[in-house]
């Protein structure tokens, strides 16, 4: 009964805090408009950037928590590292969309993507967003125990981050984006390629290697 009373209050605290970062990264938004760098409104980069990431977030959180209790305590300590980080990344992003009066995911993932950078679709069959995992993956993910457990989601997780480093790189050189769009974009360049680094190191010490691209 405690703990589900602790529960109960640290989901509300988390609430209360999302809602608050949302109504800060509003205000914050809002004064930038005026600055010599700032884009006067919201570009489609501004929105479909936000609403593709969060998206990709979400997933990204999904596999973190479907991880079995047994894995080594490192995994484990990753997979909550993720889950912090990118819970408070994607209430910052819906956050903006909120502010923006757009919807909080796009009918068209990566249509925001310019033509010349060529992944300005999905190809057909394949994930909505570069990296993403499939459902079959997803499943296996969960059902997987152990070492066996470790490895699968290390994989599908650097996958993931190499597909949220193409989509942050191309949000950060794409001149329509404004600048908080940018910054955000650097950020999770710096945050998803140290990850990427720390988890093909945990991968190889597993005897094991990425998956393809």
Not at 16 to 33: P, Y
Not at 45 to 63: E, N, P, R, Y
């Amino acid at each position: 009964m405690y703990r589900r009373g602790v529960f109960v209050a640290a989901s509300s605290c988390v609430a209360i805090l999302l809602v608050a970062i949302g109504v800060v990264v509003g205000m914050a938004w809002q004064s930038t408009r005026s600055a010599p760098d700032a884009t006067p409104t919201p570009s489609v980069v501004d929105v479909g950037f936000a609403q593709d990431m969060s998206t990709h977030h979400d997933q990204a959180i999904l596999m973190a928590r479907s991880l079995s209790p047994d894995v080594a305590p490192e995994i484990r300590g990753l997979a909550d590292r993720i889950v912090a980080a990118q819970t408070a990344e994607t209430a910052t992003m819906r956050g903006r969309l909120s502010w923006f009066g757009a919807a909080p995911t796009s009918d068209h993932p990566m249509s925001w993507m310019s033509v010349s950078q060529h992944h300005h679709s999905p190809p057909p069959g394949g994930p909505p967003m570069p990296g993403m995992a499939s459902v079959d993956e997803l499943t296996r993910l969960a059902a997987l125990r152990g070492r066996a457990a470790e490895i699968l989601f290390l994989q599908l997780m650097i996958r993931h981050h190499r597909g949220g480093l193409t989509m942050s790189q191309a949000a950060h050189n794409d001149p329509r984006a404004s600048a908080p769009t940018k910054r955000l974009a650097l950020t999770l360049m710096g945050e998803q390629g140290d990850e990427i680094g720390q988890m093909t190191l945990l991968l190889r010490a597993r005897d094991a290697q990425p998956l393809p691209a």
